[in-house]
């Protein structure tokens, strides 16, 4: 086929996300398994996810730590049998955990698939969580977070969830040096025993999946119940105070620049307005050519980067602008941030604005699903965020039907000045 390259493609609208559903099978001990065939490359990227995050622990950093430590030793192996071996076989092992999920992640070539698998299965079924490890782990964790302390985004962050959920709130909780020193290994077992479980695991599995694959997952994970039988989740008291002050500030005395979060409580995913509402945060603060890069970075030059987007937690959502400034430029900035909700308020998007910030949405969302392992991270936000699965359909088409009238009322609706917190860390003025 010959291409004529003096002539322009032809732009069609994308009608279909086309995200592929995977395969949804149970294994015979229970455990949901999601199957995505995608790629050429002989690897795949298997997940474990538990329901095991920061809202169900009963002391700080438990949560965070069971699923560091995993990797720090088992009845089988060393932590430095477990690098040392996973290297040998060109795999690689993530641990993460948020405020709801514990995810295992194992990238690994298909030749060696059973090998990496075996030592995977220790990691759930037998760890030790041995003190010495433990120790240099939390003191390693201690120095960063009192290196974080130093940060006025970092102090920030901290002010404006206690300001929106106040302390004894979950969210609200702060960190401080003696939860690092109060881990031993009986606090993380106890957490592992009741939430490391197979009545409370998924299994992800993604790429050039072969039969083969499929039989090693089962045989390893899918036959015997583990972990025990009864799971029960702690139910953390969720109740939401919000300070009623308007602005809350952080005194950094050594800081040059101030950390300022203008952020108030907002839509879930689930709320029918969600989808919408997200091309009216991305017009406003959501890419690189926003209304507020526009004009508080290019125009007025108060700071390098702006940025407005949603904060999900399991019970609410906060709407968030985030930057960093000047400490003199702090008071202008945020009568530029108000200056543009105004404008949304008051005046209509143009057809052309809307439209490029669609085309930019659209594709985002088709980058977003393109490979294997990122249609394994789609439907894993689908299942952990209880959302149904024609989500990206919804989304997709609530796109290219928001008009600039929704625009306009999205923000009278849901960007009120009123309900904003001013929350600032940096040097106090003189």
Known sequence: MNLDRTKQPQIRDLDKIGVPFPERNLLPNGIPLYIIRAGDQDVVRLDLVFKGGSWHQTQNLQALFTNRMLREGTRSYTSADIAEKLDYYGAW????????????????????????????????????????????????????????????????????????????????????????????????????????????????????????????????????????????????????????????????????????????????????????FRVLLTLFGGYFGSRLMTNIREDKGYTYGISAGMIFYPDSSLFAVTTETDNEFVDPLISEVYYEIDRLHHELVSEEELALVKNYMLGEMVRSYESAFSLSDAWMFIQTTGLPDDFFEHALQAIKETTSQDINKLACRYLRKESIKEIIAGKKKS
């Open 93 to 276: 092992l993530e641990l993460s955990s948020s405020m709801e999920y514990a995810y295992i992640t194992l990238y690994s070539l298909n030749k060696y698939f059973q090998e990496t698998l075996a030592i995977i299965e220790s990691i759930i079924k037998e760890p030790v969580f041995p003190e010495k490890e433990l120790s240099r782990v939390a003191e390693t964790n201690l120095q960063q977070f009192q290196v974080n302390k130093t940060k006025v985004d970092y102090m920030a962050h901290r002010s404006m969830l206690i300001a929106l959920f106040g302390e004894e709130h979950p969210c609200g909780e702060l960190l401080v040096e003696e939860d690092y020193q109060s881990l031993h290994p009986e606090v993380l077992k106890s957490f592992y025993e009741t939430h490391y479980m197979s009545c409370n695991c998924h299994i992800y599995i993604s790429g050039k999946v072969t039969p083969t694959i499929i039989d090693c997952i089962e045989k390893t994970f899918g036959q015997e119940i583990f972990g025990g039988d009864k799971f029960i989740l702690k139910e953390p008291n969720a109740h939401i105070e919000v300070t009623p002050e308007k602005r809350i500030f952080t005194e950094c005395p050594d800081s040059m620049q101030s950390a300022i979060k203008l952020a108030t409580h907002s839509l879930t995913r689930m709320h029918p307005d969600y989808n919408k």
